[in-house]
């Protein structure tokens, strides 16, 4: 291939890979200004169940692509998950409404239906994914990659591409070209996976999981009144060949369902669970997400939402240093949060998967006596469902978050023990009701756009005294990050007279956002375009927030100009 090391661009992005990840990942840079192309080697889409469910923080981040609405209309909501031990009886639940989001529930929905709600809101983008198109080649330089493509007439094309984001799955290519090793091991349990028909006298709306004698049974409600069936059988003991009916009727039946029959099975499969990762998520201009990165047990359907928070993670990223609207080093972020919440993911779905999986008398008796305990504490409940919906997944140790807090150590740290999940810089932000003036509006609404949103919450005891350092700030973020962020004054009362554009002042009569952010009197909340707080800052210190934002942002870039002539090099032929 030749070289190259101009800034001449056939595409910003090429997207490798038609999963979920790859057409979020396609849909949120679209979103953010860039242009991209996506491929898959695959001549169709996926028309199997495969990845089934969506958490609440997914859910969350779908509001941002305006699609929640069409997965909740599709999918099958679990409001709780019960576990049930070898003698057929409950011994916990955990309850999903204890999450703290608009979403209290895990979402049941096959991923081929996943599949077809993201493809139609790529094509209303003007976004066509390209299929039976395979990489075979890419190799970075200057700050590009120079890749060439198969398609499935033979015929090879060569392109340079800016950037190269690889979403293309367990045996991604991509990965291989990079030669990233894709360290960790893989279960000695089998495991069976089958859609099927039965009645059921299950709970409505509810998940269950049996341990029976060292085998892993899950039954979980799926559209069109069907049932996904997910058997870990100990090692040794699973049947060969495709996965039967007659199988899954005994395996139920094992678990005290005797009147219970199957029928009409839709899909099935039979694997081996691998919990592996890579130790880098980028390598100059190739970066990658998703299962490219990272697989997990699928017990507790960690897999697909964790490669959608990758694309979220990282498309307002990469938009901002391709634009050179934000320092390099942002960019940088993206490994550093995410592969460290990959490789803790990868622990915890490691640790309860050996639990569910744990073989011999007496680790079952120990499994069943103490599951009860734990579980049914319900601040232990909450916990393990807010860390099941990924709610809880924090950037904390993340070197592009800021958190100021006036007083000493001692004092701030019990400051931080009063405080509830959610409250730091690196964490999500919490949602909850507010009033834009009189109308009633939830918090993430106003953080739905590709903008940072600052929260500027006035002194509670004098806001007259917040309305001229408002102006002040307000002037500094027009002249300096006006297309950057939106800022929204808070104020516990209306003012005597201000000036200030009312459609960004938000009242709080009642001190509730104050007690929310654990704001005790005046502050600042900076929420980044994936509704994690970037910089928090109690009191208010529009110092170190000027600071915060120069060290992310370019106040004046002086713009070099990246030349996209798409179809510059369209199906160009290579020789072979």
Known sequence: MSQSATNTYDIEVLVVGAGPTGMVMASELKRHGMQCRIIDRLPQPSHTSKALSIHARTLELFEKMGLTNSFLAE??????????????????????????????????????????????HLTRQEIKVERAVELTELQQTGNGVDVVLEHANGQREQLRTRWLIGCDGPHSTVRHLLGFDFKGSTFEQSFALADVHMGSYLPVHQASFFWQEGDFIGCLPIPHEQYRIIIGYKPGTEPKGDVTLEEVQRILEKCGMTDVRVHDAVWSSRFQVNQRKVHHYRQGSVL????????????????????????????????????????????????????????????????????????GALPSRLRDSVAPLVISSKIASKRIATLISQVAASYRRSPIVSEYQEGNLFGALRERQRMPIGHHAGERAPDMVVYLGKTPMRLHMLCLGTRHVLFFFAHQHDPERSLQEWEEMNAILKRRHSDLVDAFLILPRPPESSDSERTHIIYDENAAIYKEYGITDDGLVLVRPDGYIGFLSRPASLGRLGAYLDSIFVVSPIPTPITVTPGRAEHKEVSQ
């Open 75 to 120: 999918g099958v909501k679990v409001k709780a998950m019960n576990i049930y031990g070898d003698k057929h009886h409950r011994i916990a639940q955990i309850n999903m409404q204890h999450v703290p989001s608009r979403y209290p529930f895990m979402l049941c929905l096959p991923q081929w239906e996943t599949e077809n709600i993201l493809n139609e």
């Open 288 to 359: 990658m997400a998703g299962d490219a990165c990272h697989i997990h047990s699928p017990i507790a359907g960690q897999g697909m939402n964790t490669g959608i928070q990758d694309a979220f993670n990282l498309a307002w990223k990469l938009a901002l240093v391709s634009q050179e609207k934000a320092q390099p080093h942002l960019l940088d972020s993206y490994e550093a949060e995410r592969e460290r919440f990959g490789r803790l993911l990868l622990r915890g779905t490691n640790f309860f998967s050996r639990l569910a999986l744990s073989q």
